[in-house]
């Protein structure tokens, strides 16, 4: 087992994620990406056996360099920033993304993190396919 976590910028992770599949030999079903996403509630996980980037730009990254979008992931849920007007620009969801999680926050994503890590080591120990019908 391998972990690793990227030290540039998420939208250039995937350099150093095929630097690692390419050098260490990895099967791309044994790769495991752990990333926010704003289309889930916050809390909330999901496990995916393949599939799209969804318009994270750290996916789009790793997919890119990879050539595949077969791998598995799990998307952790940050919610969407919440803004009394209509839409909201992308300085604001950088800003978003990049700030503290609030107490409150703090509080529903604590639990969350043992999960994905239980979720991991299912991964590990059972394969995608059980930990999706597990943590899904």
Do not use: W
Not at 39 to 62: A, F, T, V
């Amino acid at each position: 087992m391998l972990l690793a976590k990227p030290r540039t910028f998420v939208n250039l992770s995937g350099n150093s994620v095929a630097c690692l599949v390419h050098k260490h030999d990895i099967p791309l079903s044994d790769l495991l990406i752990i990333y926010d996403d704003l289309d889930l509630p916050l809390g909330k996980i999901r496990l995916r056996q393949n599939g799209g980037s969804g318009g994270h730009k750290g996916m789009n990254s790793i997919i890119s360099a990879l050539g595949s979008e077969d791998f598995p992931r799990i998307r952790v849920g940050i919610g969407r920033p919440q803004a009394e007007e209509q839409s909201i620009n992308e300085d604001a969801i950088v800003n978003y993304v990049l700030s503290d999680f609030s107490r409150q926050e703090e509080a529903t994503i604590k639990p969350v993190i043992i999960k994905v890590a239980e979720a991991i080591n299912y991964f590990l120990s059972q394969g995608i396919e059980a930990a999706m019908s597990k943590f899904n």
